[in-house]
């Protein structure tokens, strides 16, 4: 069945150093992809999309392409920051039945 | 050993009845919430709950009232039912507290409820 597989946590870097927070996926279709952000002690919230392949969703800093070669929706930004320490959901959407299907999370601690 | 359960997996109902999900988790957590999957296929939160006791509620209509009979089990109850009610709902838990340095408040989620409305 469609799933995603994201790197396994947590993930430990220094202020200003460069993030890449891996996600792959196995879908029968063609997929939409997210990535969603869940700060301490709140909900989730949806951090970026894309839609079809070569898309690249991004916001905050945060970007993402849809890989259609790899299967693969990787999470960058160039220059992290304390505030961006949270956990990390990558998602995907078959629009045939439009059900949401998340990876398992990536926790992000950025030290100061 | 599943972890975060919902049933039904699907809910077929008509205008205006009285509906129940049901979710349990046997991780042990003492947070769970409730999602709402919208129109637009993007996750809201619609309550959470710690150790029984309301934390979030967002701005839903007051014809969605969850249910927490124990610290493993979070029910969402829907009276009067709406065709913009259907939805995807997911249920979710996660542990306060740290392990280390780190908080261990992590969501897992269920597989989710598919609630059409007629």
């Known amino acids: 069945g469609d799933s995603v597989t994201q790197m396994e946590g947590p993930v430990t870097l220094s202020e200003e150093a460069f993030l890449t927070i891996n996600c792959t996926y196995t879908?029968?279709?063609?997929?939409?992809l997210f990535w969603y952000v869940q700060y301490p002690g709140e909900g989730l919230q949806l951090l970026l999309k894309a839609t079809k392949a070569d898309d690249k969703g991004s916001n905050k800093g945060f970007e993402a392409t849809y890989r259609k070669e790899t299967t693969s929706f990787h999470l960058e930004k160039g220059s992290v920051q304390v505030s961006d320490s949270a956990v990390y959901f990558c998602a995907l959407l078959m629009n045939r039945d439009d059900k949401i299907i998340f990876g398992k999370g990536t926790r992000l601690h950025i030290l100061p | 050993d599943t972890a975060v359960s919902q049933t039904p997996k699907y809910l077929v109902t008509q205008m205006g009845n009285d509906k129940s999900i049901k979710c349990e988790q046997n991780l042990g957590h003492d947070t769970m919430y409730w999602y709402k999957q919208d129109s637009k296929k993007f996750l809201k939160i619609m309550f959470s709950?710690?150790?029984?006791?309301?934390?979030i509620n967002e701005t839903v209509p007051n014809r969605f009232s969850p249910k927490s009979p124990d610290k493993a089990h979070l029910n969402l109850h829907i009276n009067s039912l709406e065709l913009g009610d259907s939805a995807v709902y997911f249920c979710?838990?996660?542990?306060?507290?740290?392990?280390?340095?780190?908080?261990?408040?992590?969501?897992?989620f269920g597989p989710g409820t598919r609630l059409t409305v007629l």
């Open positions: 879908a029968t279709g063609y997929p939409s």
């Open positions: 979710a838990s996660s542990q306060s507290g740290t392990s280390g340095d780190y908080p261990t408040d992590t969501q897992y």
């Open positions: 709950y710690n150790n029984k006791e309301l934390i």
